[in-house]
């Protein structure tokens, strides 16, 4: 069985801030981790993954995650914020030692940065 | 690569009525996923196939809907008959042997 957990429906930060949107997981096996982002309108988009090699992960639009196997976490960080990356968020995961490829997702995390 | 593609991308049909939606992966890609997503529900798997075989159908809510992969390339998914709780964006997105997801740009359905 695999799930992931988004603990924070909503997450407010001023824009130049930090930004991070937490991510918990549960595999049976070795996790393989994905990180989307949805706007207004709009299908999901890819922004990084993790499978296997260095626990902090770069992906897209500046944005990095890092993944935490004593936690098994695997939270999405921004340094810094800007307005544009208000957004739904998704964290996604699925066991590699699964011959499935169906993805578990979480329930989503709302991004909102203020001007 | 244009991406998946999704058609049409706004469909608004009244009850009882047939509604068929259309799919096409990112050339090279053998996995095609169908999901829903709703405000109350969120993002739903429906069904999945790899290399154009159903694996997976059990999101499929009634028997109302099917899906099929007619070739390598594309899919559909039909709902015959229609109902006012089958409004909501259905997303197609491929892969490639279970890495990242690609999705489409979603249909919007409203069934009256």
């Known amino acids: 069985a695999q799930s992931v957990a988004q603990p924070e429906d909503q997450v407010n930060v001023a824009e130049g801030n930090p930004l991070t949107v937490k991510c918990t997981y549960s595999v049976s096996g070795n996790p393989y981790l994905f990180w989307y982002v949805q706007y207004p309108n709009r299908g999901l988009q890819f922004l990084l993954k993790y499978i296997t090699g260095d626990n902090l992960v770069k992906g897209s639009y500046g944005f990095e995650a890092e993944f935490n196997k004593s936690q098994t976490s695997f939270h999405l960080k921004k340094p810094s914020a800007l307005v544009s990356d208000s957004a739904l968020y998704f964290c996604a995961v699925r066991d590699v030692d699964d011959n499935d490829y169906k993805l578990s997702f979480g329930a989503g995390t709302t991004v909102t940065v203020r001007a | 690569d244009a991406g998946v593609i999704q058609s049409p991308r706004h469909e608004v049909t009244e009850m009882g009525q047939e509604v068929t939606l259309r799919c096409k992966l990112i050339s090279g890609h053998n996995s095609l996923f169908w999901y829903r997503q709703t405000m109350m529900r969120g993002l739903e798997l429906l069904i999945y196939f790899n290399n154009n075989v159903p694996i997976d159908d059990s999101g499929m809510p009634e028997d109302r809907f099917s899906a099929k992969m007619p070739n390598a390339s594309f899919s559909t998914l039909k709902i015959q008959p229609s109902e006012p709780r089958d409004s909501a964006v259905y997303f197609c997105?491929?892969?490639?042997?279970?890495?990242?997801?690609?999705f489409g740009p979603g249909t919007r359905l409203t069934v009256l």
């Open positions: 997105a491929s892969s490639l042997w279970g890495g990242e997801q690609f």
